[in-house]
C-alpha cells in the first residue's frame, strides 16, 4: 500500500466502543487491568483524558461524533429518534465519500448518523443468558478483518467505522473473562446488594433474560461489565496486529471512543447509560497516526464528540465545502496551541428520562423537562470538586449557583437557536420514549408505569430453563 507521503489520503477508522466508561478502562487509571492492549496501543500516540458525549445516548452521541454537530446541528437528541438526520448536515461517511475514500459501516446501520456508506455489515452483538456466553467483539472481528484485506487491497483508501457492543448489556463476556475479576458467590443470599435492581420493575425483566438466577451481588454485575472491557480489549488487538500484517497500520489514522459511558449501580440508573452523571458523560479518546499526531501525549484540556469529525479532517487533509462544523479540530491541543476547548458545556439527555444541564469544572446542573421513572428531583446541583462521584444534591442548600447556571444554559440556547435559527430540540421530543400518544409524563409514578424493557413471559422462560 502506499503510505500519505506518496500523496494518497491516509485510512481512516473509527472504533466507536457503545457504553465504555473511561473510569474504567485501566488507560484511564481504572485499578483493574481492563484495557492492557489500548494502554500499549495508546502510547503510539494521543490520549484525551476529559472527552465529554454532551448528548446522550447512543442516537444523539453518534450524531454528533460522526458529524462534527452539536445537538443543535443535528436537531437529535433522543434515543427514539423519528427520521433521518438534518438536511443540510454531512456525515463523516458522505464527506469521505466526496474526498475518494471506500466507506464501509460494521454493525451501525440504521442510526441517522451512518447514513452515506458505500457497504454496511452486521454482527452478532446481543445476547442471552440461556444463549450462553457472547463473544461479540469475536464476531466482529469475523466480519471487519476480511472486509478491511479487501479495503486495504483497493488503490482508493478508506473510511470504515466499526461498533463495538462489549460493554453494552447483556455483560455476557467469554471465558475466561467472566471470572477474571470476580472470585466469590454470586447468589449468596446474605447479599441484598441487587435487591433493589431486580425489583425495578421498568428493567427488572430485561435484567432477569441476561444475569444469573438468584443473582444477589451488585461486584459480580459489574465484574461482568469489566471482563466485557477486557475481553474486547483483547479482541480489538488483534485488529491492530492485522492491520500491522497488511502494512496499513501506520498509515491508518485510528480513533478509539465510545457513544456514552454506563451507570452501572451508580445513581440507582441500575446497569444503563442515562442520565448525565459523568459516568455517562466522560469517554475515552484516542488517536493514533504517526505522521501527524506525536507518541505518548496526554492531553487535560476539554473536548466533545463534536470535535472528533474536524480533527480528522485535518488530518487526512480533507477538504469539505459548504460544511461548517459546530466542533473544531483537536489538534491545536495536540500542537500546544489551545489548552482546551469549552469547559462548560450544555449537556442533554432524552433516554429513558428526559432533561438537561449545565457543566462546568465545578459545578453540574440538571434539570428535568418532565418526571422521571426514578422519582428524582427536578433540579440537581453537584459540586464537582468536593463531590466528583455526584452522591450529594445541592440544589436546595446553593439556590444562587442553581440561578447562575441556569442563566448560562438559557443564554447558551438563546444564542444556538439565533444562531442556527432552530428551536432547541429538547422541547420538540413527542412522544420520545416510544409510547405513541402518551406525550409528556405528567409524575414519575406514570413514568414508572410506563415504561419498560424486556419481555416478562420469555425472561421467566429464560430463568427457569437456565436454572433447570
Not at 445516548?57 to 437528541?77: A, R
Not at 444469573?212 to 475481553?231: F, R, S, T
Request: hydrophobic share 35%.
Amino acid at each position: 500500500m502506499a503510505s500519505s507521503g506518496s500523496g494518497r489520503k491516509p485510512n481512516i477508522l473509527v472504533i466507536g466502543i457503545d457504553s465504555l466508561r473511561a473510569d474504567h478502562m485501566s488507560l484511564y487509571g481504572y485499578p483493574r487491568f481492563t484495557t492492557p492492549h489500548m494502554d500499549v496501543f495508546a502510547e503510539e500516540g494521543a490520549v484525551f483524558e476529559n472527552t465529554f458525549s454532551a448528548h446522550i445516548p447512543t442516537t444523539s452521541g453518534y450524531g454528533s461524533m460522526l458529524t462534527g454537530m452539536d445537538c443543535f446541528g443535528t436537531q437529535i437528541v433522543a434515543l427514539r429518534h423519528q427520521g433521518g438526520i438534518r438536511d443540510g448536515v454531512k456525515t463523516l461517511a458522505e464527506i469521505c465519500k466526496e474526498a475518494g475514500y471506500n466507506t464501509t459501516c460494521v454493525g451501525f446501520g440504521g442510526n441517522p448518523a451512518s447514513r452515506g456508506f458505500d457497504k454496511y455489515l452486521e454482527f452478532a452483538g446481543w445476547g442471552s443468558w440461556n444463549e450462553g456466553r457472547s463473544p461479540k467483539a469475536e464476531n466482529l472481528n469475523a466480519v471487519a478483518i476480511p472486509e478491511m484485506e479487501r479495503l486495504a487491497a483497493d488503490d482508493k483508501p478508506f473510511m470504515m467505522l466499526l461498533r463495538h457492543m462489549d460493554p453494552h448489556a447483556p455483560y455476557l463476556p467469554p471465558a475466561p473473562y467472566e471470572r477474571a475479576f470476580y472470585h466469590g458467590d454470586e447468589c449468596d443470599p446474605a447479599n441484598k446488594s441487587m435487591d433493589p435492581v431486580m425489583t425495578f420493575k421498568p428493567f427488572c425483566d430485561f435484567f432477569a433474560a441476561w444475569m444469573p438466577p438468584g443473582i444477589a451481588d451488585k461486584d459480580y454485575v459489574i465484574a461482568q461489565y469489566d471482563g466485557a472491557v477486557a475481553y474486547m480489549d483483547a479482541s480489538i488487538q488483534a485488529i491492530f496486529t492485522a492491520m500491522e500484517t497488511m502494512g496499513i497500520l501506520d498509515e491508518t489514522i485510528v480513533v478509539i471512543n465510545s457513544d456514552h459511558g454506563e451507570t452501572l449501580y451508580d445513581h440507582e440508573c441500575w446497569f444503563d447509560h442515562h442520565g448525565m452523571y459523568d459516568c455517562t458523560l466522560h469517554v475515552p479518546l484516542v488517536i493514533r497516526y504517526p505522521a501527524k499526531v506525536p507518541a505518548g501525549v496526554r492531553l487535560s484540556g476539554y473536548n466533545q464528540h463534536k470535535d472528533l469529525v474536524p480533527t480528522l479532517l485535518e488530518l487526512a487533509e480533507i477538504e469539505a465545502p459548504g460544511c461548517a462544523f459546530d466542533g473544531t479540530s483537536l489538534m491545536d491541543m495536540v500542537r500546544g496551541e489551545e489548552a482546551s476547548h469549552d469547559s462548560s458545556f450544555y449537556i442533554t439527555e432524552c433516554t429513558w428520562m428526559r432533561k438537561h444541564g449545565w457543566r462546568t469544572p465545578e459545578w453540574k446542573l440538571m434539570v428535568a423537562l418532565e418526571p422521571d421513572f426514578h422519582f428524582k428531583p427536578e433540579v440537581e446541583l453537584y459540586n464537582l470538586i468536593t463531590d466528583p462521584e455526584e452522591n450529594e444534591n445541592v440544589a436546595e442548600a446553593q439556590p444562587e449557583v442553581v440561578a447562575y447556571l441556569r442563566a448560562q444554559m438559557d443564554a447558551w440556547i438563546a444564542r444556538r437557536e439565533a444562531e442556527t435559527g432552530l428551536p432547541n430540540p429538547m422541547h420538540h421530543q413527542g412522544d420520545w420514549h416510544g409510547h405513541a400518544g402518551v406525550g409528556p409524563f405528567k409524575t414519575s409514578q406514570q413514568a414508572y408505569d410506563t415504561m419498560h424493557i424486556g419481555d416478562p413471559n420469555q425472561a421467566a422462560k429464560l430463568q427457569s430453563e437456565a436454572r433447570k
